[in-house]
Protein backbone atom coordinates (compact mmCIF):
# COMPACT_ATOMS: atom_id res chain seq x y z
CA UNK A 1 0.00 0.00 0.00
CA UNK A 2 2.60 2.61 0.44
CA UNK A 3 2.39 5.93 2.52
CA UNK A 4 -0.71 8.10 1.70
CA UNK A 5 -1.60 11.67 2.59
CA UNK A 6 -5.04 12.47 3.96
CA UNK A 7 -4.95 15.39 4.58
CA UNK A 8 -2.39 18.42 4.21
CA UNK A 9 -1.54 22.03 5.78
CA UNK A 10 -4.84 23.88 4.32
CA UNK A 11 -7.26 20.34 5.40
CA UNK A 12 -5.59 20.43 9.25
CA UNK A 13 -6.30 24.57 9.66
CA UNK A 14 -10.26 24.12 8.03
CA UNK A 15 -10.79 21.28 10.64
CA UNK A 16 -8.94 22.52 13.53
CA UNK A 17 -11.15 25.99 12.70
CA UNK A 18 -14.13 23.83 12.68
CA UNK A 19 -13.13 22.12 15.96
CA UNK A 20 -12.78 25.80 17.42
CA UNK A 21 -16.48 26.84 16.56
CA UNK A 22 -17.77 23.61 17.97
CA UNK A 23 -15.96 24.30 21.59
CA UNK A 24 -17.03 27.71 21.59
CA UNK A 25 -20.62 26.68 20.69
CA UNK A 26 -20.85 23.66 22.83
CA UNK A 27 -19.85 25.82 25.66
CA UNK A 28 -21.59 28.49 24.52
CA UNK A 29 -18.81 30.72 24.71
CA UNK A 30 -15.54 30.99 26.38
CA UNK A 31 -16.18 31.38 30.27
CA UNK A 32 -14.44 28.48 32.17
CA UNK A 33 -12.95 27.13 29.59
CA UNK A 34 -9.68 25.30 29.39
CA UNK A 35 -7.58 23.25 26.95
CA UNK A 36 -5.25 20.48 27.99
CA UNK A 37 -3.15 19.13 24.90
CA UNK A 38 -1.70 15.68 25.46
CA UNK A 39 1.47 15.67 24.61
CA UNK A 40 3.36 15.67 21.78
CA UNK A 41 1.42 16.58 18.83
CA UNK A 42 -2.19 17.02 21.06
CA UNK A 43 -0.54 20.08 23.07
CA UNK A 44 0.63 21.54 20.05
CA UNK A 45 -3.26 21.34 18.18
CA UNK A 46 -4.32 22.76 21.33
CA UNK A 47 -2.66 25.59 20.95
CA UNK A 48 -3.69 26.10 17.96
CA UNK A 49 -7.77 25.98 18.84
CA UNK A 50 -6.89 28.40 21.32
CA UNK A 51 -5.41 30.65 18.95
CA UNK A 52 -8.39 30.39 16.95
CA UNK A 53 -10.77 30.10 19.47
CA UNK A 54 -8.96 33.75 20.62
CA UNK A 55 -9.57 35.36 17.09
CA UNK A 56 -12.89 34.29 16.95
CA UNK A 57 -14.06 35.46 20.29
CA UNK A 58 -10.95 38.40 21.14
CA UNK A 59 -10.59 36.29 24.81
CA UNK A 60 -7.82 34.46 25.37
CA UNK A 61 -8.21 30.57 26.83
CA UNK A 62 -5.97 28.79 29.09
CA UNK A 63 -4.16 25.74 27.56
CA UNK A 64 -2.32 23.47 29.19
CA UNK A 65 -0.29 20.24 28.64
CA UNK A 66 -0.69 17.14 30.04
CA UNK A 67 1.65 13.91 29.98
CA UNK A 68 -0.20 10.88 30.45
CA UNK A 69 2.68 8.22 30.18
CA UNK A 70 2.84 6.93 34.09
CA UNK A 71 -1.19 6.41 33.77
CA UNK A 72 -1.61 4.09 30.95
CA UNK A 73 -2.54 0.66 31.65
CA UNK A 74 -0.98 -0.68 28.82
CA UNK A 75 3.09 0.46 29.54
CA UNK A 76 3.98 -3.73 29.44
CA UNK A 77 2.87 -3.76 26.09
CA UNK A 78 3.53 -0.82 24.23
CA UNK A 79 6.86 0.91 23.55
CA UNK A 80 7.02 3.66 26.06
CA UNK A 81 8.64 7.17 25.80
CA UNK A 82 10.10 9.63 28.04
CA UNK A 83 7.40 11.28 29.80
CA UNK A 84 6.99 14.81 28.86
CA UNK A 85 6.14 17.99 31.20
CA UNK A 86 2.60 18.39 32.42
CA UNK A 87 2.01 22.12 32.64
CA UNK A 88 -1.42 22.56 33.70
CA UNK A 89 -3.07 26.39 33.50
CA UNK A 90 -2.10 29.19 36.32
CA UNK A 91 -5.95 28.82 36.88
CA UNK A 92 -5.90 24.64 37.61
CA UNK A 93 -9.00 22.70 36.17
CA UNK A 94 -11.62 22.90 39.42
CA UNK A 95 -14.70 24.08 38.20
CA UNK A 96 -13.76 24.16 34.36
CA UNK A 97 -14.93 22.57 31.08
CA UNK A 98 -11.31 21.17 30.21
CA UNK A 99 -11.47 20.13 26.61
CA UNK A 100 -8.40 17.08 25.85
CA UNK A 101 -7.16 17.52 22.89
CA UNK A 102 -5.22 14.84 21.06
CA UNK A 103 -3.94 13.85 17.19
CA UNK A 104 -5.55 10.54 16.93
CA UNK A 105 -8.14 8.70 18.85
CA UNK A 106 -7.92 5.34 18.46
CA UNK A 107 -8.26 2.56 21.01
CA UNK A 108 -9.07 4.64 23.84
CA UNK A 109 -6.43 4.05 26.21
CA UNK A 110 -4.45 7.27 26.00
CA UNK A 111 -7.94 9.34 26.85
CA UNK A 112 -8.68 7.12 29.84
CA UNK A 113 -5.24 7.66 31.25
CA UNK A 114 -5.79 11.59 30.28
CA UNK A 115 -8.98 11.12 32.66
CA UNK A 116 -7.29 9.90 35.65
CA UNK A 117 -4.21 12.36 34.74
CA UNK A 118 -6.82 15.26 34.96
CA UNK A 119 -8.48 13.91 38.04
CA UNK A 120 -5.07 14.24 39.89
CA UNK A 121 -5.25 17.90 38.80
CA UNK A 122 -8.26 18.90 40.39
CA UNK A 123 -12.21 18.99 39.62
CA UNK A 124 -13.34 19.57 36.55
CA UNK A 125 -16.87 20.52 35.88
CA UNK A 126 -17.27 18.54 33.15
CA UNK A 127 -14.58 17.08 30.18
CA UNK A 128 -14.64 16.88 26.67
CA UNK A 129 -12.50 15.22 24.19
CA UNK A 130 -11.16 16.64 20.75
CA UNK A 131 -9.25 14.72 18.16
CA UNK A 132 -7.76 15.54 15.05
CA UNK A 133 -8.22 12.07 13.47
CA UNK A 134 -10.58 9.35 14.65
CA UNK A 135 -9.19 6.09 13.43
CA UNK A 136 -11.77 3.84 15.16
CA UNK A 137 -10.42 0.32 16.56
CA UNK A 138 -11.97 1.41 20.44
CA UNK A 139 -11.27 -0.75 23.37
CA UNK A 140 -12.67 1.38 25.67
CA UNK A 141 -16.37 3.13 26.16
CA UNK A 142 -14.46 6.49 25.17
CA UNK A 143 -15.60 8.71 22.04
CA UNK A 144 -14.52 12.57 20.55
CA UNK A 145 -16.80 15.06 21.42
CA UNK A 146 -15.11 16.98 18.27
CA UNK A 147 -13.47 15.33 15.71
CA UNK A 148 -11.71 16.92 13.10
CA UNK A 149 -11.62 13.81 10.39
CA UNK A 150 -13.18 9.87 11.08
CA UNK A 151 -10.70 8.12 9.17
CA UNK A 152 -11.84 4.35 9.23
CA UNK A 153 -8.76 2.54 9.33
CA UNK A 154 -7.70 -1.26 9.54
CA UNK A 155 -5.65 -2.29 12.60
CA UNK A 156 -2.06 -3.27 10.99
CA UNK A 157 -2.45 0.37 9.58
CA UNK A 158 -0.59 3.60 10.87
CA UNK A 159 -2.23 7.04 11.16
CA UNK A 160 0.84 9.86 11.34
CA UNK A 161 -0.16 13.06 12.33
CA UNK A 162 2.80 15.78 11.47
CA UNK A 163 3.01 19.32 12.40
CA UNK A 164 4.76 22.28 11.27
CA UNK A 165 6.17 22.74 15.16
CA UNK A 166 7.73 19.03 15.19
CA UNK A 167 7.76 17.94 11.49
CA UNK A 168 8.66 21.01 9.80
CA UNK A 169 5.29 20.26 8.10
CA UNK A 170 1.56 20.01 8.67
CA UNK A 171 0.00 16.88 7.21
CA UNK A 172 -1.52 13.19 8.15
CA UNK A 173 -0.45 10.40 6.31
CA UNK A 174 -2.21 6.75 6.85
CA UNK A 175 0.43 3.40 5.39
CA UNK A 176 0.70 -0.25 5.85
CA UNK A 177 2.71 -1.00 9.24
CA UNK A 178 1.68 -4.94 9.44
CA UNK A 179 3.73 -5.32 12.42
CA UNK A 180 3.76 -2.23 14.10
CA UNK A 181 1.67 -0.62 16.79
CA UNK A 182 -0.75 1.30 15.47
CA UNK A 183 -1.32 5.35 16.24
Do not use: C, W
Not at 105 to 113: E, K, Q
Request: glycine share 10%; no cysteine.
Amino acid sequence: MGTRTVLEGAEISRALTRISHEIIESNKGVDGLVLVGIPTRGSSLAHRIAATISRIEGADVPVGSLDVTMYRDDLAHQPTRAPQPTDMPVGGVDGATVVLVDDVLFSGRTVRAALDAVNDHGRPRAVRLASLIDRGHRELPIRADFIGKNLPSAKHERISVRLEEHDGVDEVTISDASGEAGA
